[in-house]
């Protein structure tokens, strides 16, 4: 997609309230089922869980802001284990140079 158009179109989106956001999810859904030249990029295990959560809350009828609420706590939780994850990778790094030091 050329940047121009997808500056264009998010400077559009931008401009709209969330309840038409998901108005605007589901037609591009649809034309995604009827013209797509190839499948979409597969979300991560993560993206998969809170679109999952947000499919079942539209569905349930919640309200926008609920919705918004939640995946924006959603949102938050992600970050704080993902903070998490990369200490617990960082220390795995140090522990791993630490046992390849030769010993005195």
Do not use: C, H, W
């Not at 037609?27 to 295990?45: D, G, H, K, N, Q």
């Not at 809350?57 to 995946?71: F, K, V």
Request: aromatic share 6%; charged share 25%.
């Amino acid at each position: 997609m050329n940047e121009f158009l997808k500056e264009r179109v998010m400077r559009r989106l931008e401009a709209l309230p969330e309840e038409r956001m998901y108005q605007v999810l589901d037609y591009i859904e649809f034309l995604e089922s009827r013209y797509a030249a190839r499948p979409p990029a597969e979300p991560s295990m993560v993206q998969r869980f809170a679109e999952g959560v947000q499919d079942t809350m539209r569905a349930g009828n919640l309200s926008t802001t609920a919705i918004s609420e939640t995946m924006g706590l959603m949102t938050k939780a992600i970050g704080i284990l993902d903070g998490v994850k990369a200490a617990a990778e960082s220390v795995a790094a140090d522990v791993t140079a630490a046992g390849k030091k030769p010993s005195p």
